[in-house]
């Protein structure tokens, strides 16, 4: 009898960084794969799925304009409840650090549903940084039954948790996975920029960011822009209000800022493969840019990413004005600065992280 296996994701990055096992899980004779949307973030997880021919079997659509954490807990953990009860899975994965993520463990745990969490173990040890996202890895990690971590460091946090060795697998990172199967597809993005200019691409949507920090950001921004005629900003737009009204408000009508709503997966692998450099407080990007050779400047006072900071390929800025401003302006400057964070490593993976994870389901429920 097969093992019933649901995967639930609700974000645009859960969606990249589960579409390998889902495509792992499908080509295993042994296993019955269930695929579960939440759409938490609606438009940005339907474009991921159809990148990589993905359709989900069950589609929740629990996502709302300008949602509260605490409607959205309920709305999922409602709808999980409906339907672990109706599918009987006898493991259901899930990835990383989303509200979708929190309710699931719960979820599970109320059924006594084995549970395993891909990309365990990332922490900042503040419960504020990234919020509410560490909180979220903290309560999936207390009620996982297999911890799939993505670095030999995230295996040590678990560790120092009590988590007990033979229940952690280090896979590495799955975003690898999904960034190697796609970086050599040639996409147009479908926005025009000035070739002869250094582009500087930025994501920001970070809810601890909100407000002042943001602003901080935007004026960096700006500050640079003045300081260099030679350098273009491409920054696509989170469409939550509190990031779209005041980026528009203080970028929008610069000549060389162009924003646009987010780029599809591939564009936006095309636009940092594009990009000299890139401003994010984006966890994914900072593990997808350095793989492609481009530095990145945190926009973040904590990461749980820490392995390509030691590496020296990130770095981590804040929301600090000078610092943003001085950081980037080194990179566009010195050459040999430049050059040491854009040396193409990656110590997230090899691409083969997905294969692990299904192995071990398979040995356990052969």
Known sequence: MKCRALVIVGTRPEAIKMAPVILALR?????????????????????????????PDIDLDIMRPNQTLT?????LLSGLDDVLVGEKPDVVLVQGDT???????L????HRIPFGHVEAGLRTWDMQNPFPEEMNRVIAGRLAKWYFAPTESSRQNLLREGVSDKDIVVTGNTVIDALLSVVDRHVELPIQLDPTKRLILVTA????????????????????????QDIQILYPVHPNPNVRDTAHRLLGTHPRVVLCDPLDYLPFVGAMKRAYLILSDSGGVQEEAPALGKPVLVLRHETERPEAVREGVVKLVGTDFEMIVSEAQKLLDDKS????MARGVSPYGDGHAAERIVKVLRDHFS
């Open 27 to 55: 080509n295993s004779p042994d296993i019955s794969c269930c695929v579960l949307a939440t759409a938490q973030h609606r438009h940005m997880l339907d474009q991921v799925m159809k990148v990589f021919d993905i359709k």
């Open 71 to 75: 409607a959205l807990t309920a709305r």
């Open 99 to 105: 509200t979708t993520v929190m309710t699931a463990a």
């Open 107 to 110: 979820a599970c745990f109320y």
């Open 205 to 228: 949507h970070r809810r601890e960011n909100f407000g002042e920090p943001f602003e901080r950001v935007c004026h960096a921004v700006l500050a640079l822009l003045e300081r260099n």
């Open 337 to 340: 600065a430049y050059g040491k």
